[in-house]
C-alpha cells in the first residue's frame, strides 16, 4: 500500500509541475478508483515535498548569486 501511496506523491508532484491543477488530478485519480483519504494524503505529502524543493531551489539561488 505504501508504494501506491509514494506514486501518487510522485504523480502529484510531477503533474503539477506540469501545471495541472490539484482538483483536475484528484478527478483523475478519483476517477480511476482511488480512495479520497488516499489522494488526500498523498496531495498533502507532495505538497509538503514541493514546498521544500521551492525553498531549496531559492536557497540555492542565493548562494549562488
Known amino acids: 500500500m505504501e508504494s501506491v ?3 501518487l506523491v510522485e504523480y ?3 503533474n503539477i509541475k506540469k ?3 490539484a482538483d483536475m488530478l484528484r478527478i483523475a485519480l478519483i ?3 482511488y480512495s479520497r483519504t488516499l489522494i488526500e494524503r ?5 505538497k ?6 521551492i525553498k531549496q531551489g ?3 539561488k ?3 548569486n
Do not use: H, R, T
Open 5 to 7: 501511496f509514494y506514486n
Open 12 to 14: 502529484f508532484k510531477k
Open 19 to 21: 501545471g495541472y491543477s
Open 31 to 33: 476517477n480511476q478508483g
Open 42 to 46: 498523498a496531495f498533502n505529502k507532495a
Open 48 to 53: 509538503e515535498e514541493l514546498s521544500i524543493e
Open 58 to 60: 531559492f536557497s540555492n
Open 62 to 64: 542565493i548562494l549562488l
